[in-house]
C-alpha cells in the first residue's frame, strides 16, 4: 500500500494456478483484459525482505496495451517505464538494508514522480537479466533461502 508495485496478491480458492491469480489480480487491479495477455512464464520464487511472504513473478506479454483503468480501491496510478528507461544503470541506485539475516540491497529506479524499488525494482532487474541486453548493471541474489 502507497508504493509501486506491479499486480499482484493471494491465490485464491477459484484460481487453478499461479499463472491464473497474476491473470486475475492484474484484471481486477489495473483492468487488463486476461485474454490480452500471453504467459511467458515465471521467474523465481522470492522471499520478501522481511521474511514474512514468498513471491511467484508471472511474466506475460501484451502486444497491444489496452487502455488500463485503477481500480480506486486498489491502486492510485497506473503508469508504464519505458524498457529503454530501465537500462540506463544511471538512475538506478543501490541502498543497503539490514535484515535479520544481514544487509540486502535494495534497488530503487526513479521516474514520472514514482520510485520503484524494492520486490517490484528487483523483479524487474530479473527480467532485464533474461533479456539480450541485460541488465544495467550486476544484480545480487535477493531470493532469500526458500
Do not use: C, H
Amino acid at each position: 500500500k502507497g508504493q509501486v508495485a506491479f499486480p499482484g496478491g493471494l491465490v485464491e480458492a477459484q484460481d487453478r494456478d499461479v499463472e491464473e491469480t497474476a491473470l486475475r489480480e492484474s484484471e481486477e487491479e489495473i483492468g487488463l483484459p486476461r485474454d490480452r495477455v500471453e504467459i511467458l512464464g515465471r521467474l523465481d520464487d522470492m522471499l520478501t525482505v522481511t521474511g514474512d511472504m514468498i513471491v511467484t513473478p508471472i511474466i506475460g506479454r501484451v502486444r497491444r496495451l489496452p487502455p488500463l483503468v485503477a481500480n480506486p480501491s486498489e491502486v492510485a496510478r497506473v503508469f508504464t517505464i519505458p524498457l529503454a528507461a530501465l537500462r540506463e544503470g544511471a538512475d538506478w541506485t543501490t541502498r543497503s538494508w539490514s535484515t535479520r539475516k544481514g544487509p540486502v540491497p535494495v534497488y530503487y529506479f526513479d521516474y514520472d514522480g514514482e520510485v520503484l524499488w524494492g520486490l517490484s525494482a528487483y523483479v524487474t532487474l530479473q527480467l532485464l537479466d533474461l533479456t539480450e541486453a541485460g541488465p544495467p548493471f550486476p544484480i545480487a541474489d535477493y531470493r532469500g533461502d526458500l
